[in-house]
């Protein structure tokens, strides 16, 4: 947990305390100075050229390259969460700047909350306003500049978009399909909650915390901030959950962390990143970070996913699995992602192999024939297999399950000495089978292996240089080849 002294935020980092000490320590002593110079516009005189260049050797790097530094979960979740604010890829450069930041601003000022509640900083802009002899006037739909009065300044607090169509001719032609053109970034989808009794963390210390980032680890950071930057609702999104309310009346600063009082609290809301052009939360995060509990029929129901029924009684355990049917409405296609994530939000042990959707007496046959294809394909792997496995998207290899030989024959033929099981070549099938899946995107591969796209640019190259392939020529047979390698293993693999 990170408070406002390093020296306690330290001991509660055990093995990582002293390394997060010797960053931050001399970042939260340097702040001020810092401050000078980080806020001002880029190009200027530095006024402590020393200090802003020991904070831009840091700052200039990844968010993944600084949170190195630190070897467990604990400490690199607690950057990442910082980091997030950024809202880009933290595989990107300078990434790491804004977590830098904020943690040294909670370390030398903390985190300051707004004596009773944030609408008193509205108040008081509203009280300088009417002090200077300025009026507000709301619930008024401004069109035109020409509906209001005359003034040497118009400032539009809007997106672009509204900007230009407010505005109109009174921009320059370049200014205006520039603003009209505008793509919007990420934004932050909000919900307020008044909890009794407060939020019942099943962690201590999140019940004294004024904001909990619900994130899970850095690599579960990463790729949200990946899949959120890339314009996917990620499968966890990133929370950050505000506990601390003010009482409205109150003259105290706060009330206790992690409590709010309903009724009389305002209690300052969650908010959930996602992607621009997204209306409310999408799919399964309307209780992505609940506690962790049994899965049961109506929780799929609830959000018109597919409703999961009482396993069938019959059949063995073990390999022989157990059935379970995934009542699927009209228009609401199965997702293997969904159940996945379902399955683990349930902390369910179990493998689920999944057929294909289709109506009637027949279409259940062809999924039930499917779905055991997918299994078969899914034992084969072993444990490296994913928890879900969808026979849409494992059909060619699963189609030839039962032919293991003729698919190492086919393999080998296909990859070469690439295709011989061992860590270093297993890295480099990996990479050029999503290079080759993402329409051979350098950036994209990047994003989803959470590497550096020159790490990327390298084992590709290696991969084409050293084992003679030709992206050209065999891009199908290649991806088809990697793919069996990724589902089966080291049954259709060489030895070394």
């Known amino acids: 947990m990170l408070v406002r002294s390093v020296e306690r935020t330290v001991r509660g980092l055990g093995a990582d305390g002293p390394a997060w000490q010797r960053l931050f320590a001399p970042l939260a002593d340097d702040f001020d100075a810092l401050t000078e110079d980080v806020l001002r516009p880029v190009p200027h005189l530095p006024a402590h050229p020393v200090a802003l260049a020991r904070f831009g050797l840091r700052a200039l790097q990844p968010a993944t390259a600084v949170a190195r530094r630190w070897r467990t979960e604990e400490a690199r979740a607690l950057f990442a969460g910082a980091a997030a604010h950024l809202m880009y890829p933290l595989t990107g450069p300078a990434s790491s700047a804004v977590g830098l930041m904020l943690v040294g601003a909670a370390h030398r000022f903390g985190w300051p909350v707004a004596r009773g509640g944030s609408r008193t900083i509205t108040e008081a802009l509203a009280a300088l306003v009417a002090q200077l002899g300025g009026t507000i006037e709301t619930g008024v739909r401004v069109d035109s500049p020409a509906e209001l009065a005359p003034a040497r300044i118009i400032m539009l607090d809007t997106a672009p978009g509204a900007a230009a169509r407010i505005c109109g001719d009174r921009l320059p032609g370049r200014v205006r399909r520039a603003y009209r053109g505008w793509r919007h970034g990420p934004a932050a989808f909000k919900v307020d909650l008044a909890v009794r009794d407060g939020i019942p963390w099943t962690h201590e210390a999140c019940r004294r915390a004024g904001t909990v980032h619900l994130g899970g680890t850095l690599e579960e950071v990463v790729r949200t901030e990946a899949q959120t930057a890339a314009g996917r609702m990620p499968e966890r999104p990133f929370w950050a959950a505000e506990a601390c309310c003010a009482s409205t009346g109150s003259t105290s600063s706060s009330?206790?962390?992690?409590?709010?009082?309903?009724?009389?609290?305002?209690?300052?809301?969650?908010?959930?990143?996602?992607?621009?052009?997204?209306?409310?939360?999408?799919?399964?995060?309307?209780?992505?970070?609940?506690?962790?509990?049994?899965?049961?029929?109506?929780?799929?129901?609830?959000?018109?996913?597919?409703?999961?029924?009482?396993?069938?009684?019959?059949?063995?355990?073990?390999?022989?699995?157990?059935?379970?049917?995934?009542?699927?409405?009209?228009g609401c296609p199965v997702d293997p992602d969904v159940v996945a994530a379902e399955l683990g939000d349930a902390a369910l042990p179990v493998r689920v192999a999944l057929g294909i959707v289709r109506p009637g007496l027949d279409g259940f046959r062809r999924s039930t024939r499917a779905a055991a294809r997918a299994k078969a394909l899914a034992l084969s792997a072993g444990a490296g297999a994913p928890k879900v496995v969808a026979f849409t998207r494992v059909a060619p290899v699963a189609l030839l399950a039962d032919e293991?030989?003729?698919?190492?024959?086919?393999?080998?033929?296909?990859?070469?000495?690439?295709?011989?099981?061992?860590?270093?070549?297993?890295?480099?099938?990996?990479?050029?089978?999503?290079?080759?899946?993402?329409?051979?995107?350098?950036?994209?591969?990047?994003?989803?292996?959470?590497?550096?796209?020159?790490?990327?640019?390298?084992?590709?190259?290696?991969?084409?240089?050293?084992?003679?392939?030709?992206?050209?020529?065999?891009?199908?047979?290649?991806?088809?080849?990697?793919?069996?390698?990724?589902?089966?293993?080291?049954?259709?693999?060489?030895?070394?």
């Open 255 to 330: 009330t206790t962390p992690g409590r709010s009082a309903a009724g009389r609290g305002r209690p300052r809301p969650p908010v959930v990143r996602q992607p621009s052009g997204r209306r409310g939360l999408a799919r399964r995060h309307d209780g992505d970070h609940r506690p962790r509990r049994r899965l049961r029929p109506a929780d799929l129901a609830a959000v018109h996913r597919p409703t999961c029924t009482r396993p069938a009684p019959a059949g063995p355990h073990g390999r022989g699995g157990r059935p379970i049917w995934l009542v699927v409405r009209p």
């Open 404 to 496: 293991p030989r003729e698919l190492a024959d086919f393999v080998f033929h296909t990859l070469g000495d690439l295709a011989v099981d061992d860590r270093r070549r297993e890295l480099l099938r990996e990479t050029l089978r999503a290079f080759l899946a993402t329409n051979r995107s350098y950036a994209a591969t990047a994003d989803q292996l959470m590497v550096h796209r020159n790490t990327v640019h390298y084992r590709v190259q290696r991969a084409v240089d050293h084992y003679h392939l030709d992206l050209e020529a065999n891009a199908f047979d290649l991806h088809f080849a990697l793919t069996i390698c990724r589902r089966h293993g080291s049954k259709v693999l060489r030895r070394k």
